[in-house]
């Protein structure tokens, strides 16, 4: 056995041959944003006689929630040959992969599953978020004649990533990210379609649909930024253009504006989760980063008092002068942090005492949509 250590250009064919294997021959090329020459060394491998048996796929990004800079790994194509399962080795990547992350200056982890390898290692369901559908009928009551909806190709990238940069919560994305984006136009593991809506001939808007499998079907919005009104205004075209019956998307729990729409439209949301599963890599210094936002919910004198510490063997503190929450493990941590609709083991924003009044005034932090960061 060899590793864990980073593929190298000499493992890709075996590489794109074990996830090939795992789950579909196309994988390797479907997952641009992690196999690619520049990301290699972060797609971590167990090796027998010279070939990868396992893999866990990693990339590193910056991201910005509501003004505070952050550093996120993706976890994706997570794989064991099956002849080489129940030998401990995705654990070992895992765990691997997260000491890299640390390494690299990583805050918190997405993982793009949810399963007991995952949960072992503190990944958490997280995020107060909601979604919504809306139906032919309510589309055809929004549609907007003003609204023009244009499927674009990769010259439009100026105009996307400008809208991107608009949103409060979103990743750091690189130029070669929409570059592969559009490339292999893969997004959250469906082939899509990037969608820019115009007001009056101006960009205001866009999203990538999910190209729907069949005609009738309910499609997805795998991403949409910019004016949420002339999303729904753009419904009605894109429904038509794709033969619908309605469109589902995501909507961030710290989004209220989009919440505020969908109530006003007449739209139900229902309560779910952000995608995937979550892991904090860096508890202090992922605090520290959120600084600017915890100010803003509880002013520089009260976050100056507070202090964070910990670690897994002795679980997590915050502590305020000389009261203390504890929190004993990084799945609690991620729940506490990011809120959940999960069945938790303890409600500590239920708690008594300073600690738990602040943090009911500052928490939930916002969850972030991979969009076509998912790997
Ligand atoms: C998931 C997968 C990568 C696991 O690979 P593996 O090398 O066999 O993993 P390990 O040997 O480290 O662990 C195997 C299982 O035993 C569990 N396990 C390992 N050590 C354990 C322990 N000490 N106590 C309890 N459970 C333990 C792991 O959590 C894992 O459970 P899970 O598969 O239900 O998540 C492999 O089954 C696979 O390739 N599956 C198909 C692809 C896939 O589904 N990928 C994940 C997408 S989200």
Known sequence: MEGPRGATPADTTFLKELVGHVFRPTLFEEYPQLFNDDNLGNCRIILEGGKPVSHIGMTLQDATILGCHLRVACIGGVA??????????????????????????????????????????????????????????????????????????????????????????????????????????????????????????????????????????????????????????????????YQMSGVHFHIGGWDILTQGLCKQAGLSCSETHASGTVRIIHFRQMMEHMRPYMEQKLGSQQVNALSFEGDDANGYKICFGDEMMHVPDRGELAHLLFGTREETVADRLAEGGKVAELMRQMLPFPAMWYGINYV
């Open 80 to 241: 064991t040959h099956p002849d080489h399962r129940g030998k401990g080795y995705a654990t070992r990547l895992f765990e691997d992969a997260g000491e890299v992350a640390y390494r690299d200056g990583v805050d918190f982890m997405m993982v793009s599953g949810d399963r007991s390898l995952y949960r072992r290692a503190g990944c958490r369901r997280i995020g107060l978020d909601y979604e919504t559908t809306v139906t032919n009928e309510q589309a055809t009551e929004f549609s907007d004649s003003s609204i023009d909806v244009k499927n674009v190709d990769a010259s439009a990238i100026p105009i996307i990533a400008g809208l991107y940069a608009l949103e409060p919560v979103r990743f750091l994305r690189k130029r070669e990210d929409y570059e592969r984006a559009f490339a292999c136009s893969f997004v959250m593991n469906r082939p899509s379609d990037f969608l820019l809506i115009s007001r009056n001939d101006h960009p205001c808007a866009y999203v990538i649909l999910q190209r729907p499998r069949e005609k009738g079907i309910i499609g997805n919005f795998a991403e949409i930024s910019g004016d949420r009104s002339a999303v729904l205004g753009a419904c009605a075209t894109i429904m038509e253009r």
